[in-house]
């Protein structure tokens, strides 16, 4: 199992316990961006599940006699309670789009009781089922299992989904159905009196169409007319756990193996030759308890400061509306979140002096014991490294020193620029011209008023050159000639300031061609659909119309760590409720963009997976070198520029031009594909 | 004065010395000395690359390994056309280049195997940023290495993580001598059969380095010798 995995199901039943006895706060940190955002996807998709599940059943067991939940009025329902209990309680108001939209979406599809990838387990071990409208049970299973594989069997022969041949649904059902029955032969009346049965109820809708040269017979399954039951009692298959309401001999019509009757009202262990052991674990759990939901989020860079500031309120109130949080060291030192449970987490700290910080946001109280634990990851080499003698070489190894960087060149400059932004302001220059750009109604409008916002700074600064040198001759001690080239390198031509700003431009113009290309639409019918044009606009509005924060993008004021460019990716996602296609544009720094979103890639962002559908590069090779592809070398993917074999395994090298990464069109995807990026690292002067 | 957009055709004709110019700077040798069977050089605006050439995608239990298409948006008589390349980037740092001769190498270390000369490199090489980040008191991801071979020469390269240098590597250049001395006695000294993370082992050390067992003290410390 993977460690992710493992560490999610960990939490979702660590994150009750200590709603119970505690505070009801898990916070576990992950040491990389992708760790923590891989256990809070997989926190949300197994625990909200599992919750979607309990909260569908206590729907259906409330029902009456007089009024019956159809799929469509449960899912309805269900999807405002799962809303009420995951997003509105927690986060009050959210802006975040991306996010909002990503929980909106999933919780949709965990509204669904028919949706394949969620819930066919409670059909498959017979907690849900069809109302039965026969008399005869036979026929009742019969209906049972026709309606399953509308719902759930992929039917390759026809486009729609919940619909299939009368032939393929014949024979998908005769691999298994001649067990059902004592005389097989017979299946045929029975198929058609489980068929008329369900006609009847109009869960079902049969048609003739002709194709080619014979008359075929479709059958559609009606969500809306279909009712809902939950079996609180059934018979459990032994060898392949399958759950069989509508049957009551002693062996398992799919598998012929000895089946037991469970009641999921008591939690009475089943007892087999192996011993005790909970034969119907599925039903016990969704069953066995009341509705308890957990909320988990995930707090790292790169998200909104609004979502920040509403992960870090829910998860320090008291009692917390947000339970578990995955965090990366975002959350290490300088924000107050009270009192914690427990801290877990994944992989050994990179530096003790992080996990002394990591593990004292808990242990505050003097009353009440917490937890600290850690996961060494068993397929990592450094942690095994720290694990084989945790004390000596880490809870017991002095910490290392602060870390202090010395100043050079670009980074001079980059104060140069924050300097001259002050100077412009301070002295009331008409820095307001180019400080807010009016975004207006267009992106052309947009990049248009940015270039000429920015020629305007270019001109300023022209202006009052002597009077900015004499500003900052006294802002800094550095050497007046160093000053002085600073300047010229920024604003004189070819100006920095604007080559840089441009690239920005033309880097999120480029990208956005491309998504015109993939959503089919040119600009003239994305721009129709004004929602999409809003989306985009706003966030671009962020990023582009105030003047520090675009040079802070073009990587010309240095930002926490490092003045590096950075890329334009769009998100596409077709929403579950309105059909709409909702975009959303991030600026993302270009090393960590393409570690994530290279061609072909799947990628996690709130809970739901996208897919790379187009990353763009740019015309022009930036540089070709010769890498080894062998992948069982010691070393593969690295690169020797003046060699023809690799020195380490003797394979001929393959050359490679490498264009500029620009930026990625990515869509909301349920692909089951994994991608991995073989990345080559070098340096070449 | 001109507009930036005046239809997207022309924004992605740019000219390039628009888009690109200025900002990719060429490598310049600074400073060059010897230690040893090294040859030393301090370069200003050394080119850090990362790129993605090939992608593992897997579907369960399948598993292939395909290129990695980044596409290149063209516009030919007023139609889109597609091309692909390989995505990268690159961005310039400082550094301080180590160049072994292969032959010398091979000799101390008494095999002809190039893994061992990669292996010395290596280590060497972090067992100097474990000294610069203790000497300068930074920390060690700021302070990065690169190993690679040529025709004769086996090459270490320790450059400054940061986009545009943060000064770090002309800091040590500035003692290089009392940073060799130091990274030599802090290998031999050390007690470990191997490494550790006394002498080489530093946080986010990638797992193939490891499991490839491309750290050793006593080879990094030859690479260093005479």
């Known amino acids: 199992m993977q460690t992710t995995t493992f560490l999610s199901y960990f939490l979702s039943q660590l994150g009750r316990d200590m709603k119970e006895f505690g505070a009801g706060k898990v916070l576990v940190f992950s040491n990389r961006r992708g760790d923590a955002e891989g256990v809070g996807s997989l926190m949300i998709k197994l625990d909200y599940s599992l919750e979607s599940e309990r909260m569908m059943v206590s729907l259906l067991e409330e029902q009456d006699d007089d009024q019956f939940y159809s799929v469509s009025n449960l899912r309805e329902d269900l999807y405002e309670e799962l809303k009420e209990h995951y997003v509105k309680q927690p986060y009050t108001y959210l802006e975040d789009e991306t996010l909002s939209q990503g929980l909106f979406s999933q919780l949709g599809a965990l509204a669904n009781p028919l949706d394949k990838g969620n819930h066919r387990k409670l059909w498959d071990a017979g907690i849900l089922s069809v109302r039965p409208e026969s008399e005869n049970d036979e026929i009742n299973l019969l209906a049972n299992e026709i309606v399953k594989i509308l719902a759930f069997k992929p039917h390759t022969d026809l486009d729609q989904s919940n619909s299939i041949k009368i032939d393929s649904l014949k024979s998908k059902l005769s691999n298994s159905v001649p067990t059902y029955f004592d005389s097989a032969p017979d299946l045929d009346a029975k198929l058609d009196e489980a068929l008329s049965v369900l006609e009847q109820a109009d869960i079902i809708s049969r048609e003739r169409e002709r194709s080619s040269d014979e008359v075929v017979t479709i059958l559609t399954l009606r969500r809306n007319f279909l009712e809902l039951n939950v079996q609180r009692e059934a018979r459990v298959c032994e060898f392949c756990y399958s759950g069989w309401p509508f049957w009551d001999r002693s062996y398992c019509p799919d598998c012929g193996e000895h089946l037991v009757e469970v009641d999921r009202d008591s939690y009475d262990q089943v007892e087999s030759d192996q011993g005790e052991y909970s034969l119907d674990h599925w039903g016990k759990v969704v069953l066995g308890h009341g509705v308890d939901p957990l909320v988990s989020a995930v707090h790292k860079a790169g998200i909104k400061t609004d979502t920040r500031n509403k992960i870090e309120e829910g998860f320090g109130a008291n009692p917390p509306k947000i339970n578990v949080v995955s965090a990366t060291n975002t959350l290490e030192l300088g924000i107050d979140i009270g009192t914690l449970d427990c801290i877990a987490g994944l992989g050994i700290p990179p530096t003790k002096t992080s996990y002394v910080q990591r593990a004292g946001r808990t242990g505050r109280s003097l009353d009440q014991s917490s937890m600290v634990f850690t996961v060494a990851r068993p397929h990592n080499a450094v942690d095994n490294f720290y694990f084989e003698d945790i004390e000596s070489r880490f809870l017991n190894a002095p910490s290392k020193p602060v870390q202090i960087n010395h100043l050079n060149y670009d980074i001079l400059k980059t104060q140069v620029m924050s300097e001259v932004l002050t100077y412009l302001n301070l002295n009331d220059l008409d820095y307001g011209r180019f400080e807010r750009f009016q975004t207006g109604q267009d992106i052309d409008e947009v990049i248009n008023e940015v270039y000429d916002g920015v020629e305007a700074l270019l001109d300023t600064v022209d202006e009052h050159q002597d009077s900015i040198k004499e500003h900052l001759e006294g802002a800094f001690k550095s050497d007046k000639e160093d000053l002085e080239q600073a300047l010229e390198d920024l604003f004189e031509s070819p100006s920095e300031v604007k080559q840089r700003v441009l690239r920005r431009l033309f880097k999120f113009y480029t990208t956005f061609r491309a998504l015109e290309n993939e959503t089919g639409q040119g600009a003239q019918g994305l721009r129709r659909r004004r929602v999409i044009q809003e989306e985009i606009l706003q966030e671009l509005e962020r990023e582009v119309g105030y003047l520090p924060m675009l040079l802070s993008s073009a990587g010309m004021i240095s930002q926490y760590r490092s003045t590096e460019d950075s890329v334009a990716l769009f998100r596409e996602k077709e929403s579950e409720t309105d059909s709409q296609v909702h975009l959303s544009y991030e600026s993302k720094s270009v090393s960590q963009a393409l570690r994530e979103s290279y061609p072909e890639a799947m990628d996690t962002y709130g809970g739901v997976d996208y897919e790379v559908v187009s990353a763009q590069v740019s015309r022009d090779e930036i540089f070709s070198t010769s890498v080894c592809t062998n992948q069982s070398c010691t070393l593969p993917y690295n690169e020797y520029p003046d060699l023809e074999v690799c020195p380490l395994c003797g394979d001929d090298l393959e050359e490679i031009s490498v264009h500029e990464y620009l930026g990625a069109v990515l869509k909301s995807s349920r692909s089951r594909k994994r991608t991995r990026p073989l990345i080559m690292r070098g340096v070449d002067f | ?226």
């Open chain 2, 1 to 226: 004065m001109t507009k930036f957009s005046e239809n997207f055709e022309e924004a992605l004709d740019l000219d390039e010395d628009e888009i690109e110019g200025g900002l990719t700077r060429d490598a310049k040798t600074l400073d060059e000395t010897d230690f040893n069977d090294l040859h030393i050089r301090f370069v200003s605006n050394l080119k850090v690359r990362s790129t993605v050439p090939k992608v593992e995608i897997s579907y369960f239990s399948n598993s292939n390994v395909e290129d990695a298409k980044g596409d290149i948006l063209k516009f030919e008589d007023g139609e889109v056309k597609w091309d692909h390349a390989i995505p990268g980037h690159q961005h310039p740092t400082d550094g301080i280049v180590f160049l072994h001769r292969i032959e010398d190498l091979r000799s101390k270390l008494g095999s002809n195997d190039n893994r061992k000369a990669i292996t010395a490199a290596y280590s060497a090489g972090y067992g100097l940023r474990s000294i610069i980040s203790r000497k300068l008191g930074v920390d060690s991801l700021d302070i990065q290495c690169s190993v690679t071979m040529s025709q004769r020469f086996v090459q270490l390269i320790v450059h400054d993580a940061d986009v545009g240098g943060a000064g770090l590597s002309h800091a040590v250049y500035q003692d290089l001598e009392d940073f060799l001395w130091e990274t030599r006695a802090s290998l031999d000294d050390c007690v470990c059969s191997g490494f550790c993370e006394q002498c080489l082992l530093l946080p986010r050390t990638p797992s193939y380095i490891i499991e490839e067992g491309l750290l050793n003290r006593f080879d990094g410390l030859k690479f260093l010798s005479d």
